[in-house]
């Protein structure tokens, strides 16, 4: 059995009861460093059975030693440093091994970082993008800039301190400068704080004011627009598909359904929009 334990992303205080039993009775707890985790460990006075170093590093040979010890029956419980395991955290292999091997995987959920800081970015949080860190290579780099200019959601990315007035500098030669953006840092600690400032407006603040802690930016997309009439057009479709049923002689009651499950609008709604256009 693999369970995914979220851990606190800066206030011990939320760390949930749960994870804590469920790391007391681990008969194996993997680990990206043992010494982080070894230090919540202690404040929440739990005594690992035994602790396993699985990380970014070493985990295409350490995974397949977990996969093992679950199989032999042994409970392993997956944390990393900070949050949930497997978003922008080694975990995504551990578990799709998990599944392959027909390992029961369960989640004890706790706080992600880019939830949080998206909840209170202040934008819009109907539709999102995840983008975590971009990558460090150059290419595949300018190549996901290229891919953010075209998405319509609001985009969250991850970044460390130091990086962090590189990535608003590319920001703004992609055309994000005018662009809303909330940079979230230090989310449930001491200094948490929350800038809300347009792109290029954040990059001559942290020009002189330099950024510190760990930061999530959640961005106001280019193509703003385009989710509205995302939604719209999902409505037209809806009417368009619900016109087409009727003339085919289908119940009202039908129609609701396959609609709704076509577009992803309520059946509720679909119902009295089929009543309307009946
Ligand atoms: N798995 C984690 C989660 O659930 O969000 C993310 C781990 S990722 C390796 C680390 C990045 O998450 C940091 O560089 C930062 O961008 C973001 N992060 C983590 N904790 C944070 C916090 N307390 N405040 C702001 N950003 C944080």
Redo the contacts with the bound molecule.
């Keep these: 059995m693999l369970y995914l334990v ?1 851990t606190p ?2 206030n011990l205080s939320d760390m949930s009861p749960r994870a804590v039993e469920v790391l007391t009775q681990a008969d194996v707890i993997a680990c990206e460093d043992t010494r982080v985790t070894g230090i919540l460990l202690k404040e929440k006075g739990i005594e690992a059975k035994k602790l396993f170093c699985y990380q970014e590093h070493n985990k295409a040979a350490k995974g397949p030693v977990l996969i093992d010890m679950m199989k032999q029956g042994l409970t392993v419980a997956q944390v ?10 080694p975990g995504e292999d551990l578990v799709r091994l998990a599944v392959e091997a027909g390992i029961e995987v369960s989640v004890i959920p ?5 939830v ?2 998206l909840a209170i970015s202040g934008l819009s949080t109907r539709y999102y993008h995840f983008e ?2 971009l990558p460090q290579e150059s290419k595949k780099r300018r190549d996901r800039l290229e891919c953010l200019k075209e998405y319509s959601e609001t985009i969250v990315l ?3 301190p130091h990086r962090l007035v590189k990535l608003i500098e590319e920001l703004e030669s992609a055309g994000f400068g005018d662009k809303k953006a909330s940079f ?6 001491k200094y ?1 704080e929350v800038i809300r400032l347009t792109v290029s407006e954040a990059k001559k603040y942290f020009e002189q004011n330099a950024p510190r ?4 930016v959640c961005l106001e997309p280019l193509a703003a627009e385009a989710g509205a009439k995302k939604e719209a057009g999902t409505a037209c479709d809806a009417d368009t598909l619900i016109r087409l049923l009727l003339e085919k002689g289908m119940p009202t009651k039908d129609i609701a359904q396959v609609v709704s499950k076509a577009t992803g609008l309520g059946k509720k709604e679909m119902y009295a929009r089929t009543l309307e256009l009946s």
């Design positions: 979220g992303i800066g990393s440093d900070a949050g949930m395991p497997a978003i922008s955290d706790g706080p992600v970082a880019a949080s800081a975590g860190f991850y970044e460390a979230c840092r230090e989310l449930t600690k948490e802690g760990e930061f999530v």
